[in-house]
C-alpha cells in the first residue's frame, strides 16, 4: 500500500470553515488600507538570500537559524521570504518608486516562511497582512498607522482583547551606545546566562533582553531601560507619538524591553499582543526603519509599518467569536425538482435565478431522488429556503418556495419566484 503523504511540518491547509473568517478580515482590512489613501503592492515569494541577510540582519534569529534558503539550478542562494518589508524596500528601490523620501503608502499580503518549532500560533507558513509607507519623519504617520491597526481591531470585534506595547529604540547610534552597556553588564554577569545568550551578548545583546530563562530574567532589574539611551530627537518624536495616542484615545503600555527581533528598525516600535492566544500572543507588529532604504542601496528614505500575522488573529477570532464577524456558511437556495421532465426546466431556472440573484448563494440538487431525500440534503446544506418543482407546479407554471427554518411553504408564480425569494432571504439573513 503507498504510504500516504502528509503535508510539511508547520505547513497547513486552511480548510473552507476557516476561509470564510480569512476573507472576512481581507475584505475588511483592504477597504480600510483603501480609505487611508494606500495601495496594494504584489511581490515575489522568493528574494535572493542576502536580501534578507543585510536587511533582517546576519545575528537576527530569523536569518541564523530560520530560514529557508536554497541554490537555484545555477547555484544561487534564495530564499522563501520569511517577512515582506525587506522584498517591499528591494522593489522600491528597484522600480524607482523610493527615491529621494518619496511618499508611498503601501499594503501586502501572502505567505511567509520561517523555519520555527511549530506550536499553537507558530508555523513554518504562515501569511502576513502589512503595509509600509514611506517618505515620513514625523510621529504623526506612526500615530496613523496606529490609529488604522485599532480600527482594524474595532471592525473585527476583538479590540477588547489586544493591548498595545509601545517603545521607542532610538537611533541607530544611540542603540549601539545601549548595546555596548549591555555586552558590559552581562559580562560581569556571564554566569547567569544561558548558551543561546552567550553567543548573543557580543552579536546582538539587545535579543538578550527577550530571554524567558528565569536566571536571566533576574538580571534585568540590574539594567538601565533603554530611555536613558536614546537621542534626543527621538525622545521628542516618542513623546510627541505617545501625546498623538493620548488624544487619539488609544491605550499603550510602554514596555521598555520591547526591542522587536529584526535589526533594521530605530525609534518608535510596537506590538499588538493578546493574552487569549498563551504565549504566541504577538498579531501585530512593526515600527520605523529610517535607514533600511539607503542601507540597501537606495536614497535615505524615511519609513515605518507592521504586519499582522494573520493565522494568530483567525485564532484570536475564532477564540471569541466576536459578533461583528459573520462566519455564516449558509446556502441560501436548495433547488429541489423530481418527476418527469422537472429537472431540464430545473437547469434552466437554476441559472435564470443565479442571473437575477447573484447576491445569494444557491445549490441544484443532484442525483434526483424522492422529494423527502432531496429535501433532507437541502437541510444537510442548511439552506435557509428551498425552491421545489414537480410536475403538477410545471403544468401551472409555478413553483413552491419552502422556508426550511420554519418549515413555511408557499406557492408562486416562476415569473415572480425571484422578487419572493429576494424578500425572503432579505428577511431571513438581517434577522
Ligand atoms: P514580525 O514580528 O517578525 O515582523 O512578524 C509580524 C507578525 O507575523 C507577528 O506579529 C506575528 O503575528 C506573525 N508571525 C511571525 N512569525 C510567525 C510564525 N512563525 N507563525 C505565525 N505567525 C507569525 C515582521 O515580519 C516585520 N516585517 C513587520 C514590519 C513591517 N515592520 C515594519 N514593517
Same mark, same amino acid.
Given at each position: 500500500m503507498?504510504?500516504k503523504?502528509?503535508a510539511?511540518r508547520?505547513?497547513?491547509?486552511?480548510?473552507p470553515?476557516?476561509?470564510?473568517?480569512?476573507q472576512?478580515?481581507?475584505t475588511t482590512?483592504k477597504?480600510?488600507f483603501?480609505?487611508?489613501g494606500?495601495?496594494?503592492?504584489?511581490?515575489?515569494i522568493?528574494e535572493?538570500?542576502?536580501?534578507f541577510k543585510?536587511?533582517?540582519g546576519?545575528?537576527?534569529?530569523v536569518?541564523?537559524?530560520?530560514?529557508?534558503t536554497f541554490?537555484?539550478r545555477?547555484?544561487?542562494?534564495?530564499?522563501l521570504?520569511p517577512?515582506?518589508?525587506?522584498?517591499c524596500?528591494r522593489?522600491?528601490?528597484e522600480n524607482?518608486?523610493?527615491y529621494n523620501?518619496?511618499?508611498?503608502r503601501?499594503?501586502?499580503?501572502?505567505?511567509?516562511f520561517r523555519?520555527?518549532?511549530?506550536?499553537h500560533?507558530?508555523? *513554518?507558513?504562515f501569511?502576513q497582512i502589512?503595509?509600509e $509607507? &514611506?517618505g515620513?519623519?514625523?510621529? %504623526?504617520?506612526d500615530?496613523?498607522l496606529? @490609529?488604522?491597526?485599532f480600527r482594524?481591531?474595532?471592525l473585527l470585534g476583538?479590540?477588547?482583547h489586544?493591548?498595545l506595547?509601545?517603545?521607542?529604540?532610538g537611533?541607530i547610534?544611540?542603540?549601539?551606545?545601549?548595546?555596548r552597556?549591555?555586552?558590559v553588564l552581562f559580562?560581569k554577569?556571564?554566569?547567569?546566562?544561558?548558551?543561546?545568550?552567550?553567543?548573543?551578548?557580543?552579536?546582538?545583546?539587545m535579543?538578550?533582553l527577550?530571554?524567558k530563562?528565569?536566571?536571566?530574567q533576574?538580571?534585568?532589574?540590574?539594567?538601565p531601560p533603554?530611555k536613558?539611551?536614546?537621542?534626543?530627537?527621538?525622545?521628542?518624536?516618542?513623546k510627541?507619538?505617545?501625546r498623538?495616542?493620548?488624544i487619539?484615545c488609544?491605550p499603550y503600555?510602554?514596555?521598555?524591553?520591547?526591542? *522587536?527581533g529584526?535589526?533594521?528598525?530605530?525609534?518608535? $516600535? &510596537?506590538?499588538?499582543?493578546?493574552? %487569549?492566544?498563551?504565549?504566541?500572543?504577538t @498579531?501585530c507588529?512593526?515600527?520605523?526603519?529610517?535607514?533600511?532604504?539607503k542601507?540597501l542601496?537606495?536614497k535615505?528614505?524615511?519609513?515605518?509599518?507592521?504586519a499582522?500575522g494573520?493565522?494568530r488573529?483567525?485564532?484570536?477570532i475564532?477564540a471569541i467569536?466576536?459578533?461583528?464577524?459573520d462566519?455564516?456558511?449558509?446556502i441560501?437556495?436548495?433547488?429541489?425538482?423530481?418527476g418527469?421532465g422537472?429537472?431540464?426546466i430545473?437547469?434552466?431556472?437554476s441559472?435564470?435565478?443565479?442571473?437575477?440573484?447573484?447576491?445569494f448563494?444557491?445549490?441544484k440538487?443532484?442525483?434526483g431522488?424522492s422529494?423527502?431525500?432531496?429535501?433532507?440534503?437541502a437541510?444537510?446544506?442548511?439552506?435557509?429556503?428551498?425552491?421545489?418543482?414537480?410536475e403538477d407546479?410545471i403544468s401551472?407554471?409555478?413553483c413552491?418556495?419552502k422556508?426550511l427554518?420554519k418549515g413555511?411553504?408557499?406557492?408562486?408564480?416562476?415569473?415572480?419566484a425571484?422578487?419572493?425569494?429576494?424578500e425572503?432571504?432579505?428577511?431571513?439573513?438581517?434577522?
Open positions: 503507498t504510504k503523504i502528509q510539511i508547520g505547513m497547513h491547509d486552511c480548510l470553515s476557516d476561509t470564510s473568517i480569512y472576512y478580515i481581507e482590512l477597504k480600510i483603501i480609505s487611508y494606500f495601495s496594494e503592492i504584489r511581490l515575489p522568493v535572493k538570500t542576502n536580501l543585510h536587511a533582517i546576519n545575528m537576527t534569529d536569518v541564523e537559524k530560520e530560514m529557508y541554490c537555484d545555477h547555484g544561487e542562494s534564495i530564499t521570504r517577512e515582506g518589508t525587506a522584498g524596500v522593489a522600491g528601490i524607482g518608486f523610493l523620501n518619496q511618499e508611498q503601501l499594503w501586502y499580503s501572502g505567505p511567509m523555519y520555527e518549532r511549530p506550536q500560533g507558530r508555523y *513554518r507558513q501569511h502589512g503595509a $509607507v &514611506f515620513f519623519l514625523g510621529p %504623526d504617520i500615530a496613523d496606529i @490609529i488604522m491597526t482594524f481591531w474595532k476583538i479590540s477588547k489586544i493591548h506595547e509601545l517603545n521607542s529604540i537611533s547610534e544611540s542603540r549601539k551606545n545601549y548595546c552597556m549591555l555586552t559580562e554577569n556571564i554566569q547567569a546566562l544561558d548558551i543561546d545568550c552567550k553567543r548573543r551578548m557580543y552579536s546582538n545583546p535579543r538578550i527577550d530571554s530563562n528565569p536566571s536571566v533576574a538580571l534585568f532589574h540590574k539594567i533603554i536613558e539611551y536614546i537621542d534626543e530627537e527621538s525622545r521628542i518624536h516618542f510627541e507619538l505617545c498623538l495616542l493620548d487619539s488609544i503600555h510602554i514596555n521598555q524591553r520591547l526591542v *522587536r529584526l535589526d533594521y528598525y530605530n525609534r518608535t $516600535v &510596537f506590538e499588538w499582543v493578546t493574552k %487569549d492566544l498563551g504565549s504566541q500572543g @498579531i507588529s512593526g515600527g520605523r526603519y529610517d535607514d533600511l532604504v542601507f542601496g537606495g535615505s528614505t524615511n519609513a515605518v509599518g507592521f499582522i494573520l493565522e488573529l483567525v485564532l484570536l475564532k467569536q466576536p459578533k461583528e464577524i462566519t455564516d456558511q449558509n441560501d437556495l436548495y433547488l429541489i425538482s423530481s418527469t422537472t429537472e431540464d430545473m437547469l434552466l431556472l441559472e435564470t435565478l443565479r442571473n437575477q440573484l447573484p447576491e448563494t444557491i445549490i440538487n443532484y442525483g431522488g422529494f423527502k431525500k432531496q429535501l433532507a440534503r437541510n444537510k446544506y442548511k439552506a435557509r429556503l428551498a425552491l421545489i418543482l414537480g407546479e401551472h407554471n409555478q413552491i418556495i422556508n427554518c413555511m411553504q408557499q406557492k408562486v408564480s416562476l415569473t415572480h425571484p422578487f419572493v425569494l429576494r425572503l432571504l432579505k428577511l431571513l439573513k438581517h434577522k
